[in-house]
């Protein structure tokens, strides 16, 4: 390798980082991955569960994928709650046709993890990166300085790669704030749960059988350890409607944390060498569950780009990774949009409040009633 280190250096060890870092070493390539946190961390932070057709596709078409065949659960349906009632939809009968796959974030990312080390790469855990240059292909982590052919910037919002790349930027805080709730108390529903009520939404995602997602609006700037476990499962039954459709699965709430729902997209996601994906590329609300799949669908693409470039000296599809991925990111963060319109409305009852509910209302019954909006629904639920 010369006076590089690496051919491909890769910031971060989540799912983005870890899919790039399988592909290239199954092609020959040389790569190290470099990990603020500790395996241990990294193992076992619960985030995304809900993996799309085509992540599915992604990993099993590159042998990264034997966990979440033998362990994933199958999951076609969601379901909403309003005042007027309840109605499921079947998503995976319609669109095209296909479903998700629920594998927690965190068995995923162990899997990599173990098969990245087992193709003969490296990680540097608990590895400080405080400088990427993508002009020079140079990254100094730990006050060393490391060289390589490129850079894959997977280190997430809050990395140093993301700051590395001047680029327009396109972003919206839309103002609403969800209490994440992890559980370990099995699902109350099969379907995923959007419960639309005047005190605020409120969510039920299966993770596994004893351990269930739920969110709740609220507050800007609440403080989670307010909500005690009793207060957490008093208004979720309140808002889930339990006294009309069953109570609710309880037990020990093992994570609570606040998300400020909202969207980040830079244009331009690559600067000379250095190339973005997952949260570093781009950050998307929770409310439709891409941002895991987005990640996949970019690790992907970069991956076979870095490949033919060290393969052919061809760079076509390196100059052009932005250009592919753009359009993806934007379609997914405009459906992600549509469902944070769907799903809250304003509080109170002037006239505003009492118009944007009804329009609300409106585009519920529509979702229940009309099958061209379903088969809308279902195709960018599930696609990218």
């Given amino acids: 390798m010369g006076k590089n280190d690496a051919d491909v250096l890769i910031v971060g060890a989540g799912p983005a980082g870890l899919v790039v870092g399988n592909l290239l070493r199954a092609a020959g390539i040389d790569c190290l ?17 809900f993996l799309a057709a085509n992540s599915v596709r992604v ?31 079947k998503y995976g009968e319609l669109g095209g046709g296909e479903v998700h796959t629920v594998y927690p974030q965190q068995f995923l990312v162990a899997d990599l ?35 390589a052919e490129y850079i894959a910037g997977c280190d997430g919002r809050h990395g ?17 704030s969800w209490l994440a709730i992890l559980a370990e108390a099995p699902p109350s529903m099969s379907a995923i749960g959007y419960a639309l009520h ?5 969510g039920h995602m299966a993770r596994t059988p004893t351990v269930t997602r739920y969110y709740l609006e609220v507050p800007r700037g609440e403080d989670p350890d307010t909500w005690t476990d009793d207060r957490v499962w008093d208004e979720l039954h309140l808002r889930m409607r339990g006294e009309r459709y069953g109570a609710l699965k309880r037990g020990p709430v093992i994570e609570r944390r606040i998300v400020d729902l909202g969207s980040h997209v830079m244009d331009t996601i690559q600067r000379g060498k250095l190339f973005l994906a997952g949260d570093a590329a781009s950050l998307i609300s929770p409310a439709a569950a891409k941002g895991a799949n987005l990640a996949l669908m970019e690790a992907e693409i970069l991956a076979k780009a870095l490949i033919a470039a060290h393969e052919t000296d061809d760079t076509t599809a390196l100059d052009r ?15 992600s949009h549509w469902m944070i319109g769907l799903l809250h409305s304003p509080a109170g009852y002037d006239d505003e409040a009492l118009f944007q509910r009804a329009l609300r209302d409106a585009r519920l019954e529509s979702l229940r009633v009309s099958r061209a909006h379903q088969d809308f629904f279902a195709e960018n639920y599930v696609g990218i």
């Fill in 198 to 202: 005047e005190r605020g939404f409120a």
């Fill in 59 to 89: 990993l099993d078409g590159n042998g990264l994928a034997d966990g979440l065949l033998a362990n994933g659960v199958r999951h076609d349906t969601c379901a909403f709650r309003a005042e007027q009632g309840e109605f499921e939809l």
């Fill in 113 to 147: 993890i173990a098969e990245f080390l087992a193709r003969g790469g490296e990680i540097r855990f608990e590895t400080e990166v405080s400088s990427v240059s993508g002009t020079e292909a140079t990254i100094i982590a730990d006050d060393r300085l490391l060289r």
């Fill in 321 to 335: 990774y932005s250009a592919e991925c753009l359009p993806r990111i934007w379609r997914a963060q405009e459906f």
């Fill in 33 to 49: 991955i470099l990990e603020r946190k500790s395996r241990e961390y990294v193992e076992n932070r619960a985030r995304a569960g």
């Fill in 160 to 176: 140093v790669s993301r700051r590395s790349v001047p680029a327009k930027v396109f972003q919206r805080d839309h103002a609403i």
